[in-house]
């Protein structure tokens, strides 16, 4: 079981944060870019000593400033699979699954059939020999993670483990990886911005935004509740930020005010809204909708069958209409409409 | 039209402005004129009488192993200097590098003249060498090879430490990540990658020893048979016997460019 209390200073982001993977569990480590997700990896691989906090593995301490402990990335019982894959470009495919177990004193011989035993594991017994650079980038991946779990790690980590890959070979490569990680028994923390991977491959989110948690839980809650702007834009949900102002109703932060079917959990709220949820009108709505506010176009996205509005105003969304609604209004950048959204469609939870 | 663009613009490229065509051609000529005089000017009948010489093979056997043997020295020395140049962080690297460059720009006769002064029979450590054990460094083939590496060491430094900067230091990383300690990262993972380089440093190594002369003859004299390399032995033989000194230019040309053309095709590849 890993414990990271994570505290490192670079030049333009203090990375603090709090980290735990049981054994057997995969957690997705999420967040934009420059949020701190790699080098929160290299500090618990050892490749970037802590400026403060501790990492354990197992109950062993591995790095701890107070203490002055530092246990070197050599010495450390932890596996990595690198962005870009990292395999040495002048060892042969199975040479370089077999990298670990040699410099870990293993004669060259047997280093070598254990290494062809997890190259066949991975179904990769046909490239024993190549060099990485003649890998597709699927037999890539496969050889990197292979090198990584032959020295049988307690821990694996994977930094951005499908970046590498086009778009057609990922969707196969991410249920491969799925598979071939279920087999491992240390637990697993992947660094990903792409929230497909993580819901894929993880068991548990956490989100990272300016090296700070913003959001921890499995991917069907963050999805549904969504914690901040950046995972509400990833799971494609509005949320919208409020506190209560009478026990159905809602101030916005941006000035609004919208009203709920059911009463609010807490004083501050966050309330999440499908962009499918919101109606467009040329004119105020009369009937039944309960929230309506004016709104001016801020941009037009149109996919194949259905088109994305992002409004600016009193509530800051983005509503999905038709194509047809969207002739209709004549929904062009600055146009003036009117949204409106069904009290039960808001639904509000703790900030 | 937008496919072809790029041909075009390849093509562009590599026609250059028409001022400096014959401007390289002057340059060739330059360069390659001295050889044809050197061609034209070859006893070509009596060449393998010639070469069979003993001032000839005398000088081509002691140049030969003196550089082959400067150039393990430099490698053995050169490669860890190589590395704390490109990879520490030591204060007043740019001194020391600048120290490792120096006998690239000091007149060979002077690198020849401090050696003297320093490894001499009277020399600051030549002195106490020879008190302590009897070994005297000039004169001698080891005269010879000191004044060598002397001289070709810095080709070899200042090839590898550019080399080991374009190595990329991610794959140690993933090496020390696999249990690999320092030692094992050099020899496994550093080491094979900046080979390219170190080839090429010893390469142009061994083609600097090869040419030496200046310190040679300052440091180790000019005894036919002892330290008399083929450099010296040209020298001497343009003043006694021109046939014989242009059969030892051609045999040095011939040498330098079996040293040389291998090398060429390994930096366009790389």
Same mark, same amino acid.
């Given at each position: 079981?890993?414990?990271?209390?994570?505290?490192?200073?670079?030049?333009?982001?203090?990375?603090?944060?709090?980290?735990?993977?049981?054994?057997?569990?995969?957690?997705?480590?999420?967040?934009?870019?420059?949020?701190?997700?790699?080098?929160?990896?290299?500090?618990?691989?050892?490749?970037?000593?802590?400026?403060?906090?501790?990492?354990?593995?197992?109950?062993?301490?591995?790095?701890?400033?107070?203490?002055?402990?530092?246990?070197?990335?050599?010495?450390?019982?932890?596996?990595?699979?690198?962005?870009?894959?990292?395999?040495?470009?002048?060892?042969?495919?199975?040479?370089?699954?077999?990298?670990?177990?040699?410099?870990?004193?293993?004669?060259?011989?047997?280093?070598?059939?254990?290494?062809?035993?997890?190259?066949?594991?991975?179904?990769?017994?046909?490239?024993?020999?190549?060099?990485?650079?003649?890998?597709?980038?699927?037999?890539?991946?496969?050889?990197?993670?292979?090198?990584?779990?032959?020295?049988?790690?307690?821990?694996?980590?994977?930094?951005?483990?499908?970046?590498?890959?086009?778009?057609?070979?990922?969707?196969?490569?991410?249920?491969?990886?799925?598979?071939?990680?279920?087999?491992?028994?240390?637990?697993?923390?992947?660094?990903?911005?792409?929230?497909?991977?993580?819901?894929?491959?993880?068991?548990?989110?956490?989100?990272?935004?300016?090296?700070?948690?913003?959001?921890?839980?499995?991917?069907?809650?963050?999805?549904?509740?969504?914690?901040?702007?950046?995972?509400?834009?990833?799971?494609?949900?509005?949320?919208?930020?409020?506190?209560?102002?009478?026990?159905?109703?809602?101030?916005?932060?941006?000035?609004?005010?919208?009203?709920?079917?059911?009463?609010?959990?807490?004083?501050?709220?966050?309330?999440?809204?499908?962009?499918?949820?919101?109606?467009?009108?040329?004119?105020?709505?009369?009937?039944?909708?309960?929230?309506?506010?004016?709104?001016?176009?801020?941009?037009?996205?149109?996919?194949?069958?259905?088109?994305?509005?992002?409004?600016?105003?009193?509530?800051?969304?983005?509503?999905?209409?038709?194509?047809?609604?969207?002739?209709?209004?004549?929904?062009?950048?600055?146009?003036?409409?009117?949204?409106?959204?069904?009290?039960?469609?808001?639904?509000?939870?703790?900030? | 039209?937008?496919?072809?663009?790029?041909?075009?613009?390849?093509?562009?490229?590599?026609?250059?402005?028409?001022?400096?065509?014959?401007?390289?051609?002057?340059?060739?000529?330059?360069?390659?004129?001295?050889?044809?005089?050197?061609?034209?000017?070859?006893?070509?009948?009596?060449?393998?009488?010639?070469?069979?010489?003993?001032?000839?093979?005398?000088?081509?056997?002691?140049?030969?192993?003196?550089?082959?043997?400067?150039?393990?020295?430099?490698?053995?020395?050169?490669?860890?200097?190589?590395?704390?140049?490109?990879?520490?962080?030591?204060?007043?690297?740019?001194?020391?590098? /600048?120290? +490792?460059? %120096?006998?690239?720009?000091?007149?060979?006769?002077?690198? $020849? &003249?401090?050696?003297? *002064? =320093?490894?001499?029979?009277?020399?600051?450590?030549?002195?106490?060498?020879?008190?302590?054990?009897?070994?005297?460094?000039?004169?001698?083939?080891?005269?010879?090879?000191?004044?060598?590496?002397?001289?070709?060491?810095?080709?070899?430094?200042?090839?590898?430490?550019?080399?080991?900067?374009?190595?990329?230091?991610?794959?140690?990383?993933?090496?020390?990540?696999?249990?690999?300690?320092?030692?094992?990262?050099?020899?496994?993972?550093?080491?094979?990658?900046?080979?390219?380089?170190?080839? /090429?440093? +010893?390469? %142009?190594?061994?083609?600097?020893?090869?040419?030496?002369? $200046? &310190?040679?003859?300052? *440091? =180790?004299?000019?005894?036919?048979?002892?330290?008399?390399?083929?450099?010296?032995?040209?020298?001497?033989?343009?003043?006694?016997?021109?046939?014989?000194?242009?059969?030892?230019?051609?045999?040095?040309?011939?040498?330098?460019?079996?040293?040389?053309?291998?090398?060429?095709?390994?930096?366009?590849?790389?």
């Amino acid at each position: 079981m890993l414990r990271a209390e994570v505290d490192v200073r670079l030049p333009d982001l203090h990375l603090r944060l709090d980290l735990r993977v049981d054994d057997g569990e995969v957690v997705a480590l999420l967040g934009p870019n420059g949020a701190g997700k790699t080098t929160t990896l290299r500090a618990i691989a050892g490749l970037r000593p802590l400026d403060g906090g501790r990492v354990e593995l197992d109950g062993r301490v591995l790095d701890e400033p107070a203490s002055r402990t530092f246990v070197p990335p050599e010495q450390r019982p932890v596996g990595v699979v690198f962005q870009d894959h990292l395999l040495f470009p002048h060892l042969s495919a199975l040479d370089n699954v077999a990298f670990g177990l040699r410099a870990r004193g293993l004669r060259r011989r047997a280093a070598r059939a254990a290494a062809h035993a997890w190259l066949e594991r991975m179904g990769l017994a046909g490239v024993a020999g190549a060099r990485p650079r003649t890998l597709s980038g699927g037999e890539a991946q496969r050889v990197a993670l292979a090198r990584a779990l032959a020295v049988e790690p307690r821990l694996l980590l994977l930094d951005e483990p499908l970046a590498a890959l086009d778009a057609g070979t990922r969707v196969r490569v991410r249920s491969d990886l799925r598979r071939h990680l279920a087999d491992f028994p240390g637990g697993r923390l992947l660094v990903t911005h792409d929230p497909l991977d993580a819901i894929v491959l993880a068991d548990r989110l956490v989100i990272l935004e300016g090296g700070r948690v913003t959001q921890t839980g499995t991917p069907a809650e963050v999805t549904a509740r969504p914690a901040s702007r950046y995972v509400a834009q990833l799971v494609g949900v509005n949320v919208l930020f409020g506190t209560a102002s009478g026990r159905h109703t809602v101030r916005l932060d941006t000035g609004g005010e919208l009203t709920l079917a059911d009463a609010l959990p807490a004083a501050e709220v966050a309330i999440a809204l499908r962009p499918q949820a919101i109606a467009l009108h040329t004119h105020r709505p009369d009937g039944s909708p309960r929230n309506a506010w004016p709104a001016v176009v801020a941009d037009v996205e149109a996919d194949r069958d259905r088109v994305r509005v992002t409004l600016e105003g009193p509530v800051q969304a983005t509503a999905e209409v038709t194509p047809a609604a969207m002739a209709q209004l004549d929904l062009v950048p600055g146009a003036r409409v009117w949204a409106s959204a069904k009290a039960v469609d808001l639904v509000a939870y703790p900030r | 039209m937008s496919r072809a663009a790029p041909r075009t613009d390849r093509r562009a490229a590599a026609r250059p402005p028409r001022a400096l065509v014959p401007l390289a051609a002057l340059t060739v000529g330059f360069l390659v004129l001295p050889l044809v005089a050197l061609l034209q000017r070859a006893p070509w009948s009596d060449l393998t009488e010639l070469v069979r010489r003993p001032i000839v093979t005398d000088a081509l056997r002691l140049s030969l192993v003196s550089a082959a043997v400067a150039t393990g020295l430099s490698l053995l020395g050169g490669v860890p200097l190589a590395w704390v140049l490109a990879r520490s962080r030591l204060p007043g690297l740019s001194v020391l590098r /600048a120290l +490792a460059t %120096l006998p690239v720009v000091l007149p060979p006769v002077v690198g $020849g &003249a401090a050696l003297l *002064f =320093a490894f001499g029979r009277r020399g600051l450590v030549g002195e106490p060498l020879e008190d302590a054990t009897g070994f005297v460094l000039p004169f001698s083939i080891w005269g010879v090879i000191a004044a060598n590496t002397f001289v070709a060491l810095p080709f070899l430094v200042l090839t590898v430490e550019s080399g080991l900067r374009a190595v990329d230091t991610r794959y140690e990383e993933a090496a020390a990540t696999l249990g690999a300690g320092r030692w094992t990262v050099l020899r496994r993972v550093t080491l094979p990658q900046a080979a390219p380089s170190i080839v /090429a440093g +010893a390469v %142009l190594c061994f083609a600097r020893a090869l040419g030496e002369f $200046g &310190a040679t003859v300052t *440091f =180790a004299g000019n005894l036919q048979g002892r330290t008399q390399t083929m450099p010296l032995a040209v020298f001497v033989a343009l003043e006694s016997d021109r046939d014989a000194a242009v059969a030892l230019s051609l045999v040095l040309v011939a040498v330098s460019l079996a040293v040389l053309v291998p090398l060429r095709d390994r930096w366009l590849r790389a």
